[in-house]
């Protein structure tokens, strides 16, 4: 086991220390990080100001923040085009094969409902559909008693499209573009409402309401 450095009287290792436990947290308070360092909160405080100002820097890619008493660093806005994506590859990468399945059922049918995603795979989905909520990679809407579900906003564009189709490998994708192109049912054709109000329920899915 590596020997702790001497902190204390290192101005440094002291803001290093600190500049750690802000990378490694996701979210800490001045007490937490006083006492976990063992500086005075006036140490932590002034090496928390100076780190804030350093990250302000065109050069560094992150920025620390404040946020209703707990500090951590956040990626800077202007790189978050760049930064969705790493989210959104990191999404499909921990999508099981079936789950995977319905995405891509969903991405070539542009919407369903359960029982024709039943249909698609021989068996039911209900778990997996909620799954998929919960993650984000999903959402559904109201139509008469059921739901249409189809991919949220972050997964329709094409790159997306095409790494789910690339993660399925091309002659699965095949069956499945053939299952879905047979199937007659396409609620994406059906009148709906101009408008539809997008929210997001307690347990973090995705939901579009009619006005």
Do not use: C
């Amino acid at each position: 086991m590596p020997k702790q450095p001497k902190i204390l009287n290192n101005e440094p290792l002291k803001r290093a220390l600190i500049e750690a436990l802000l990378f490694a947290s996701r979210g800490i308070t001045l007490e937490q990080l006083a006492h976990i360092s063992g500086l005075n909160e006036d140490e932590a405080r002034k090496i928390l100001d100076e780190l804030a100002e350093e990250y302000k820097k065109p050069s560094h890619g992150v920025e620390l923040k404040e946020i209703e008493g707990f500090f951590r660093f956040y990626t800077k806005r202007e790189f978050s085009d760049w930064i969705s994506k790493v989210a959104r590859k990191r999404h499909l990468d921990s999508l099981t094969p079936a789950q995977l399945e319905i995405a891509i059922f969903l991405a070539v049918k542009k919407g369903a409902t359960k029982a024709e995603i039943d249909s698609m795979r021989g068996r039911d989905s209900a778990n997996l559909i909620r799954q998929l909520l919960s993650s984000g990679v999903v959402k559904r809407r109201k139509v008469g008693r059921g739901y249409v579900y189809s991919l949220t906003e972050t997964f329709k564009d094409e790159s997306m499209i095409e790494e789910l189709i690339r993660q399925a490998g091309g002659a699965s994708f095949e069956v499945l573009l053939s299952s879905a192109k047979d199937n007659s049912t396409t609620f994406v054709e059906s009148k709906q409402p101009a408008q539809a109000k997008t929210v997001q329920t307690q347990n973090g899915s995705i939901e579009e309401e009619s006005p």
